[in-house]
């Protein structure tokens, strides 16, 4: 009891003086200048214990944050991300991922990087920015494993990004032989939150559009989407909101 009175002391006092003030009006008749000068106490003394309460909940609202980055399993979140899939033939492909980050930790200097598929992967390689308006820097490749049944590489950004920092990073992957079968499909799965959609592009070869496309997006019902041409070519672009971390969407097609 005397620590709750002594933490809300402020508030306490407020509460008295309005008491005390009820009880003069209601015995006497004190002067008009004298409440007046009660009443500026009054709300001088609430607009104090308004903004102690708000500082406290700004605290509240920082441990939040610090909780849910100390609970996640990567070391930023994703502003935007953009999931592109350029199938120049069935054979010849090239995967390009590119999104903006959040930094929720400090000294981070590396970054991995997950994917699986079919066939073989030419090429690997991934750059990062500062802002959109600067120069992209070669992330220096470290180290590969496989796992998952997939591949992860290890890239190093060659110093040190602190929490609170934004960059853009982006990865690009050649495949060859990763989409030669009758039916096909590219999928993505959250693994950190997003704050916009994520946008999913893939566009066919010109000789050989797809045919049923649809898209799964987690235990949704499955949406059969129309492809869009341009330059000769067939593609789709779906935006897609609300993605749960570990959740997946899936675009699958017939050739």
């Given at each position: 009891?005397?620590?709750f009175?002594?933490?809300n002391?402020?508030?306490l006092l407020?509460?008295g ?5 009820l ?12 409440i007046?000068s009660?009443?500026?106490?009054l ?6 214990a ?23 399993d990567?070391a930023y ?8 899939w ?5 054979a ?8 903006q980050?959040?930094i ?6 590396t ?13 690997n390689?991934a750059?990062?920015?500062r802002?959109?308006?600067?120069k992209?820097i070669d ?8 796992v998952?049944g997939g591949k992860?590489?290890?890239?190093c950004?060659d110093?040190?990004h602190q929490?609170?920092?934004n960059?853009e990073?982006c990865v690009?992957?050649?495949?060859r ?8 499909s ?17 566009t066919w070869p010109a000789a ?6 649809e898209?799964?997006?987690g235990?949704?019902?499955v949406?059969t989407?129309t492809?869009n041409?341009k330059?000769g070519?067939?593609?789709v672009?779906?935006r897609v909101?609300g993605l749960a971390i570990g959740e997946?969407?899936?675009?699958r097609?017939n050739w």
């Amino acid at each position: 009891m005397a620590r709750f009175a002594w933490r809300n002391l402020d508030a306490l006092l407020i509460i008295g003086v309005a008491i005390v003030v009820l009880a003069i009006e209601i015995v006497g008749s004190p002067a008009p200048r004298l409440i007046n000068s009660v009443i500026l106490a009054l709300l001088g003394a609430t607009a104090f214990a308004l903004l102690r309460d708000r500082s406290h909940h700004v605290d509240l609202d920082q441990l939040r944050q610090l909780a849910g980055d100390a609970m996640s399993d990567r070391a930023y979140e994703v502003v935007w991300q953009e999931n592109e899939w350029d199938l120049k033939s069935r054979a010849d492909s090239t995967i390009l991922m590119t999104e903006q980050l959040r930094i929720t930790r400090n000294d981070v200097a590396t970054i991995a990087h997950w994917s699986s598929g079919d066939g073989t992967e030419t090429r690997n390689c991934a750059r990062w920015r500062r802002s959109k308006n600067t120069k992209w820097i070669d992330a220096t490749r470290i180290h590969e494993l496989p796992v998952r049944g997939g591949k992860k590489v290890l890239y190093c950004f060659d110093e040190e990004h602190q929490r609170g920092d934004n960059l853009e990073w982006c990865v690009e992957r050649d495949a060859r032989d990763r989409f030669t079968g009758q039916h096909e499909s590219v999928s993505l799965k959250a693994r950190t939150k997003s704050d916009f959609p994520r946008v999913m592009r893939i566009t066919w070869p010109a000789a050989i559009p797809p045919s049923n496309v649809e898209i799964r997006h987690g235990d949704h019902p499955v949406r059969t989407i129309t492809p869009n041409a341009k330059d000769g070519r067939k593609f789709v672009e779906e935006r897609v909101a609300g993605l749960a971390i570990g959740e997946r969407v899936e675009i699958r097609w017939n050739w």
